[in-house]
């Protein structure tokens, strides 16, 4: 069993910076493709960025692209997610998740993910 522990969520001004990270338990993090999520108050929930299982590929939503930078670190079982230029519209609960076959590539879908963390609040202020 893999547990995700995301931090790093807060008030924010508008173009503004947070750094987000999740941090995992278990030994197989490293094999794992990561990505982050997101969901604002009644809507479905955002796909943003994946990150291979080796660090060397990654996959960014349209909507972030250019703004937000997806890294890990293997040796610490943690991925991060860097947000700068925040609008208000980003405001959301944000997820980190897990996606153990690394065999398809790095994928979107909520149902392609197996493991969650709790997610983390982010709020950006107009």
């Known amino acids: 069993q893999v547990q995700l522990i995301e931090s790093g969520g807060g008030l924010v001004q508008a173009g503004g910076s947070l750094r987000l990270s999740c941090a995992t338990s278990?030994?197989?993090?490293?094999?794992?493709?990561m990505g982050w999520f997101r969901q604002a108050p009644g809507k479905e929930r955002e796909f943003l960025v994946a990150?291979?299982?080796?660090?060397?590929?990654?996959r960014y939503a349209t909507s972030v692209m250019g703004r937000f930078t997806i890294s890990r670190d293997n040796a610490k079982n943690t991925v991060y997610l860097q947000m700068n230029s925040l609008k208000p519209e980003d405001t959301a609960v944000y997820y980190c998740?897990?996606?153990?076959?690394?065999?398809?590539?790095?994928?979107?879908?909520?149902?392609?993910?197996?493991?969650w963390g709790q997610g983390t609040q982010v709020t950006v202020s107009s």
């Open positions: 278990g030994r197989t993090f490293s094999v794992y493709n």
């Open positions: 998740a897990a996606d153990r076959d690394t065999r398809r590539g790095l994928r979107v879908e909520m149902d392609d993910y197996d493991y």
């Open positions: 990150i291979s299982w080796s660090g060397t590929g990654t």
